[in-house]
């Protein structure tokens, strides 16, 4: 079910109540962009969402014998997850703070 990417413009029409607009002009206007710049951007995102959430492999019995041993594997520690860890949450946690090793001890 591959896509091509045409440069061909098409019209797409919604319909929707006067505080979803109100909403989605809200938005649009804090990111400095137009309704429908900020709709097609939406709806874009969530459509790649869905479509890779429902992606499927299949494996024979030895395949995903070794695709679990490799999800069952920690991460090595490594200054990307070192530094992923120390960042700061829009809410003012760092997943350092939740994330506690099963002995007890943070990541170092």
């Known amino acids: 079910m591959g896509q091509t ?6 019209k797409i029409s919604i319909r929707c ?15 400095g962009c137009t309704r429908s710049d900020f709709v097609l951007e939406s709806a874009c995102r ?35 997850l070192r530094r992923t860890l120390k960042a700061r949450s829009p809410w003012g946690t760092t997943a350092a703070d939740a994330s506690v090793a099963s002995d007890g001890e943070r990541m170092k």
């Open 5 to 10: 990417r045409s440069k061909e413009l098409v």
């Open 17 to 31: 109540k006067a505080w979803q607009r109100n909403l989605i002009s809200q938005a649009a206007d804090r990111l």
């Open 46 to 80: 969530r459509a790649e969402e869905v479509l890779l959430d429902q992606t499927f492999f299949a494996l024979d019995a030895k395949g995903f014998a070794a695709l679990q041993a490799m999800l069952d594997q920690p991460l090595a520690p490594n200054d990307c």
